[in-house]
Nanobody, 128 residues
Framework: QVQLRESGGGLVQAGGSLRLSCAASGRTFSWYAMGWFRQAPGKERELVSAISSPVSFSGGSTYYADSVKGRFTISRDNAKNTIYLQMNSLKPEDTAVFYC?????????????????WGQGTQVTVSS
């Protein structure tokens, strides 16, 4: 049974930083791409960042949504079955529930349907 557990969310002032973690179990973690999504109230869930498997053709390449480029950094520790999202220079518009997900494939996809297992989510609130 695949399980994902996010942690690290919270309340932070604009300009501050948070580091989200997602611990995975139940599958060979390093074989699959992983992603971070977020969903703000009244909005659709959107891909924030993704990282391919280190054994994929792209060799662990990363993707960032334009809205977070230069501010967020995704990384993975395959020995710990954990991915991270370092979020700096946070803005009020980053407020959302953040979810991690495992992809169906080794190369990161950009659509929700490219991902098959999801965590419960962690709330990130950025105050102005």
């Amino acid at each position: 049974q695949v399980q994902l557990r996010e942690s690290g969310g919270g309340l932070v002032q604009a300009g501050g930083s948070l580091r989200l973690s997602c611990a995975a179990s139940g599958r060979t973690f390093s074989w699959y791409a992983m992603g971070w999504f977020r969903q703000a109230p009244g909005k659709e869930r959107e891909l924030v960042s993704a990282i391919s498997s280190p054994v994929s053709f792209s060799g662990g390449s990363t993707y960032y949504a334009d809205s977070v480029k230069g501010r967020f950094t995704i990384s993975r520790d395959n020995a710990k079955n954990t991915i991270y999202l370092q979020m700096n220079s946070l803005k009020p518009e980053d407020t959302a529930v953040f979810y991690c997900a495992t992809a169906k494939y080794r190369t990161a996809g950009f659509k929700i349907e490219d991902y098959e297992y999801w965590g419960q989510g962690t709330q990130v609130t950025v105050s102005s």
